[in-house]
C-alpha cells in the first residue's frame, strides 16, 4: 500500500509540472478506492480541493471553496467516517472545519465556530473513532478542545478547560487505546498531560507531572504497543522520557537517562 501511494504521488506531480498544478498535504480518503484528496494550486481556482486516483482523467477539482483565484487553502486532512475533514476559508466565514465525501455535493463548512468573518482556525485535527477533535476558537472561550461529527449540531466545545475566554491550547492530539491525549493548560497545572474521549465526563487532565502550576511540556508524542512515548520535564529529573496508557497510574518516568536534575533531552 504504502509503495502505491508513493507511485501515486510521483504520478500526480507529474501531472503537476505539466499543468502548473502544485500538490501538497495529500490524503487517501477512501482506501477501498484508492481515491486521494489533496492541496492543489492553479490560476484559475487558487489552492482548493482536488482529488486523484492516479489517472489525468481521474484528477479533478472537488470543489472551489473560495469562489474563483481566491484560495481555500485546505490544510491538515483527517478521515473519520468516510468523510475527509480540514480547515478551509471561504472567504465568507474565516477558517472554519470543513468536511468532504470527495464530491462537490458532498463538501461543506461543517459549522461556523467563529461566527461571522472571524476564523476559528481549527488545528491538531485528529480522528476519534466517528469524531474528529482539534483546537478552536469561537471568539468567546480562547481556543479551546472541540469535537465533531460532521453536522453543526454535533459541533462543541467538550470542555472550556481554561475556564473564561483565556485558551487552553490543546495539542498534540494522539489517539491510544480509544481516547485522545494532548497537551492542554487549565491555569491551574499549567501546560500537563490531558484525555478525552470526546465527552466532558471523559476530559480531564491524566496526571500534573510538574506539581502545582509549573509546566511539565509534554511533547514529541510516539505511540508504541498501546502506550504513549514522549518527553516531559519536572524539577527533580530535568527532561526526560515519560510513558501512559491515559491514566493516572499508568504515566511515569521511564527513565532518569540523564541522572539528577539536568534532562536527557
Ligand atoms: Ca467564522
Ligand atoms: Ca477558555
Ligand atoms: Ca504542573
Known amino acids: 500500500m504504502r509503495r502505491f501511494l508513493l507511485m501515486l504521488f510521483i504520478s500526480i506531480s507529474a501531472i503537476g509540472v505539466a499543468s502548473g498544478l502544485h500538490v501538497s498535504q495529500g490524503k487517501t480518503l477512501k482506501t477501498s478506492f484508492l481515491t486521494s484528496c489533496f492541496r ?20 479533478t477539482l472537488i470543489r472551489d471553496i473560495n469562489p474563483g483565484s481566491g484560495s481555500g487553502q485546505p490544510y491538515q486532512f483527517r478521515q473519520a467516517d468516510e ?49 474528529v477533535c ?16 460532521g453536522t453543526g449540531n454535533d459541533t462543541r466545545m467538550v470542555m472550556d478547560i481554561n475556564t473564561g475566554p483565556k485558551g487552553s491550547n490543546p495539542r498534540y492530539f ?9 497537551e492542554a493548560d487549565d491555569n491551574i497545572h ?24 509549573d509546566n511539565s511540556w509534554p511533547s514529541n508524542y510516539t505511540k508504541t504497543n498501546g502506550l504513549l512515548l514522549f ?35
Open 190 to 213: 499549567g501546560r500537563e498531560l490531558w484525555r478525552t474521549d470526546g465527552t466532558p465526563e471523559g476530559t480531564m487532565i491524566v496526571y500534573d507531572i510538574n506539581p502545582g502550576s
Open 174 to 182: 494522539t489517539e491510544v487505546e480509544g481516547v485522545l491525549l494532548f
Open 83 to 131: 468523510q475527509l475533514y480540514f480547515g478551509a476559508d471561504d472567504g465568507r466565514h474565516g477558517f472554519e472545519l470543513w468536511r468532504s465525501d470527495g464530491t462537490a455535493s458532498g463538501t461543506s463548512m461543517v459549522a461556523d465556530i467563529n461566527p461571522g468573518a472571524g476564523g476559528s482556525f481549527p488545528a491538531g485535527i485528529a480522528t476519534l473513532g466517528k469524531k
Open 134 to 149: 482539534f483546537g478552536a476558537d469561537d471568539g468567546n472561550s480562547g481556543r479551546e478542545l472541540w469535537c465533531s461529527e
Open 231 to 265: 518527553r516531559a520535564t519536572d524539577a527533580q529529573h530535568g527532561r526526560e522520557l515519560w510513558r501512559s496508557d491515559g491514566t493516572p497510574e499508568g504515566t511515569y518516568m521511564v527513565k532518569d537517562v540523564n541522572k539528577g536534575v539536568s534532562g536527557a533531552f
Open 40 to 59: 492543489g494550486h492553479s490560476a484559475a481556482w487558487g489552492q482548493e480541493l482536488w482529488r486523484s486516483d492516479g489517472s489525468p482523467e481521474g484528477t
